[in-house]
């Protein structure tokens, strides 16, 4: 069974930087995991939800442009942890950030089946 649980959400100042973390688990051994495409998303209050960055299994990296030379995705194979490092924050980056991954068969389309249960970013001017 899938589990992603995310950490490191709180509020800070505009300008400010944020870590967060999401430590999976039962994504199977190392030989399937390596290919799991792990992204981060997030949803303003009111609005849809948009991808924020993606890693993919060959390490390649995707950003939303929002977010481009501000955030940072990378993981930790070893301890089956994904992070988002956020700097320069924006109030407009306020949102609950949600932790997803999948197979390429489905996150290489945009699907992902597994997901966090958020953490709470809240920037203030």
């Known amino acids: 069974q899938v589990q992603l649980v995310e950490s490191g959400g709180g509020s800070v100042q505009a300008g400010g930087s944020l870590s967060l973390s999401c430590a999976a688990s039962g994504l199977g051994n190392s030989n399937i995991r390596r290919y799991y495409c792990m992204a981060w998303f997030r949803q303003a209050p009111g609005k849809e939800r948009e991808g924020v960055a993606t890693?993919?299994?060959?390490?390649?990296?995707t950003y939303a442009e929002s977010v481009k030379g501000r955030f940072t995705i990378s993981q930790d194979n070893a301890n089956d942890t994904l992070y988002l490092e956020m700097n320069v924050l924006k109030p407009e980056d306020t949102a609950m950030y949600y932790c997803?991954?999948?197979?390429?068969?489905?996150?290489?389309?945009?699907?992902?089946?597994?997901w966090g249960q958020g953490t709470k970013v809240t920037v203030s001017s």
């Open positions: 997803a991954a999948d197979r390429p068969r489905y996150c290489n389309r945009g699907i992902y089946n597994y």
């Open positions: 890693i993919h299994g060959d390490g390649s990296t």
